[in-house]
């Protein structure tokens, strides 16, 4: 079996089934999809194996950059193999140059490279966690109130230097504000101080999705914790290298980095 699975600049998939294979989500860079397939012993993208629930379940994502062709490919109890070609939507992102920036603002110094570093191998450990939970699979909500102040994909150039891309949904709102977790999980990192992002949170939500929530001036969780939907974990800040209080929000699927605001139901996640 061999098809091709071709999507418009129409993001959102409410529900598609092709022979065997339901996917539910956004084929689109930044995009996630949530799948389930019948009669399942294994199944991969572009030869890379995906964890699968005894009852089918997967689900795979793509970053800010992803190429636009894929390979969905599994394995049936009959030991027959298929494949699926998905083809996903490619994306513009919002740009801005701007210079006579000092350097002290482009680059941090020297003497705390060593730091970055380690705070940075520290997140990509805590992000390497394949759990078998499912709350991936609930609807994702909103986990502040605020302004959208910073969305996903954008970059600035400075001085003609290229910074890296923007990767999460920026609220911006007063120091103390109330965030509230947007799905169940369980925390796997938890700093109040980093370099970069200040008060730090991440949450796994199963098979490789995570959640993170940065420049936090107060944790109310820990790591190990069992955190319900709605449930408060912590509270805006503006620690790290900002310029104001914010909660920068980012979702990612193992190294992959996500569009939160795909993901983001417009209802307001809240105490229940």
């Known amino acids: ?7 418009s600049a129409v993001f959102l998939l409410t529900s598609l089934q092709v ?5 539910k ?13 019948e009669n399942v012993k294994s199944v991969s ?13 997967f689900v795979f994502g793509f970053g800010r950059d992803a190429k636009t062709k894929h390979t969905l490919s599994w394995v049936d109890n009959d030991n027959m193999t298929h494949h699926q070609e998905l083809m996903i939507t490619k994306r513009d992102y919002k740009i801005d140059k701007i210079t006579g920036v ?14 970055i570093s380690a705070e940075a191998k520290a997140v990509r450990k805590a992000r390497e966690i394949n759990s078998d939970l499912l709350f991936f699979l609930d ?16 970059q600035r150039y400075f001085n003609g ?19 509230h977790a947007p799905l169940s999980g369980t925390v796997v990192f938890a700093q109040s101080d980093l370099y970069y992002s200040g008060g730090t949170l991440i949450i796994d939500h199963g098979h490789g999705v995570t959640s993170t929530y940065i ?19 912590a509270e805006i800040g503006a620690t790290g290298r900002v310029t104001g209080p914010h909660l920068d929000w980012r979702f990612n699927w193992h190294g992959e980095r996500l569009d939160p605001a795909l993901l983001m139901q417009d209802k307001l996640a809240s105490n229940k």
Do not use: W
């Open 1 to 7: 079996m061999h098809k091709s699975l071709v999507m």
């Open 19 to 23: 022979n065997a294979l339901e996917l």
């Open 25 to 37: 989500g956004h084929l689109t860079q930044g995009g996630l999809v949530t799948a389930k397939l």
């Open 45 to 57: 993208l572009n030869d890379k194996n995906l964890k699968l629930s005894n009852d089918g379940v």
């Open 102 to 115: 000092a350097q002290k603002y482009v680059s941090p110094p020297k003497s705390v490279s060593q730091r």
């Open 139 to 154: 609807p994702v909500l909103k986990p502040a109130k605020g302004r959208i102040s910073g969305i996903y994909g954008s």
């Open 161 to 179: 230097e290229p910074r890296r891309p923007h990767f999460g949904l920026d609220i911006a709102n007063k120091t103390g504000s109330p965030v």
């Open 215 to 233: 420049h936090l001036s107060k944790l109310d969780v820990k790591v190990g914790d069992e955190i319900k939907q709605g449930h408060k974990i």
